[in-house]
């Protein structure tokens, strides 16, 4: 583990030089994404100028769903969406090759080898939107509410990462699966909306089949105490991220075996 977390300050060490040598590129994408929240921002205001609840939520409510969906989208871009991308192009051209021939978990090298720090400024703006919602509803969230935040968080990063993840490995038997990402994408789109939008199975679905409810709306239930107890869905969003996490490991081992170089 020690091994693993000086390589991974060696990456943030050369993923901080790359952005450096290409400023311009860099903030033009914090302002694409500063531009791209705003503008779902402004729909949320149009939506609540004709209501006042939304499936249970109100508007400021609405804001900490909204963060939070924003917020995870945007750690799990900056950890781990640009290296997931790479993975097709890695095995079309052979180079994972080089990948699969390092002392080092192969994983963890094709998942976390470079760092986007473009998406900080949507992380901060998001982080910004959660606790001006919080302000606007009158809550001052208690330590275990913050607590179950930063654990659901984690969790539906990796649910999320172990999704993408298994998606992109696909590559090894289908090669051009960069359409895929977009599967991903929409997923992050109706996380962004309460789950209680949809009828009892649909969410019956969501909780215990795909755990879409997972990515956005527990963790900001959690923050706003909006269930009357939290504490089972917790636990059951650790064990959905555990039973995820150790799908992505056992799929990518397993897609290994059918791997072949495509110099060879």
Same mark, same amino acid.
């Given at each position: @583990?020690?091994?693993?977390?000086k390589l991974? #300050?060696?990456? +943030?060490?050369? !993923? ?7 400023r ?5 994408k $914090?302002?694409?994404?500063?531009i791209?929240?705003v503008?779902?921002l402004? $729909? ?8 006042? @609840?939304?499936?249970?939520y109100?508007?400021?409510? @609405?804001? =900490? $769903?909204?963060?939070t969906a924003y #917020?995870?989208?945007a750690?799990?871009?900056m950890?781990?969406?640009?290296? #997931?991308?790479?993975i097709p192009? !890695?095995?079309r051209m052979?180079?994972?090759?080089? =990948?699969?021939?390092?002392p ?5 090298? =094709?998942?976390m080898? &470079? ?13 910004? #939107? ?9 809550i001052? *969230?208690?330590?275990?509410q913050?607590l179950?935040?930063?654990?659901? =968080?984690?969790?539906?990063i ?5 999704f993408?993840?298994?998606? @992109? ?5 289908l090669v051009?699966?960069?359409? $895929? ?9 109706v996380?962004r909306?309460p789950?209680?939008?949809f009828?009892?199975k649909?969410q019956?679905v969501?909780?215990? +089949?795909? *755990?879409?409810?997972? +990515?956005?709306t527990v *963790?900001?239930?959690?923050? +706003?105490g909006?269930?009357?107890n939290s504490l *089972? ?13 150790t ?5 990518? &081992?397993f897609?290994? &075996?059918?791997?072949s170089?495509?110099?060879?």
């Open positions: @583990m020690r091994r693993l977390f991974y #300050l060696v990456f +943030i060490q050369n !993923s901080l030089a790359r952005e450096v040598e290409f311009a590129n860099f903030f033009a $914090l302002l694409q994404g500063t791209w929240i503008f779902f402004m $729909l949320v205001i149009v939506v609540f100028s004709k209501t006042n @609840m939304v499936a249970g109100n508007k400021n409510e @609405m804001y =900490v $769903l909204m963060g #917020l995870l989208s750690v799990f871009n950890i781990f969406g640009f290296n #997931l991308q790479e192009t !890695s095995v052979g180079t994972l090759d080089y =990948v699969l021939v390092k080092v978990d192969s994983q963890f090298y =094709v998942s080898r &470079k760092l986007s720090f473009d998406s900080l400024g949507t992380s901060l703006f998001a982080l910004g #939107l959660v606790a001006y919602g919080c302000a606007q509803v009158g001052v *969230p208690s330590l275990w913050i179950s935040y930063i654990i659901s =968080v984690t969790c539906a990796i649910i999320f990462y172990s993408e993840f298994i998606l @992109m490995t696909t590559a090894i038997w051009r699966v960069e359409n $895929l990402w977009v599967l991903g994408e929409t997923v992050s789109m996380v909306w789950i209680n939008i009828d009892a649909m019956f969501f909780f215990y +089949i795909i *755990p879409l409810a997972f +990515i956005a *963790p900001a239930k959690a923050l +706003i909006m269930g009357s *089972p869905y917790l636990a059951l969003g650790i064990v959905w991220a555990l039973g995820f996490f799908a992505s490991r056992l799929f990518w &081992k897609a290994l &075996k059918y791997y170089s495509a110099s060879s």
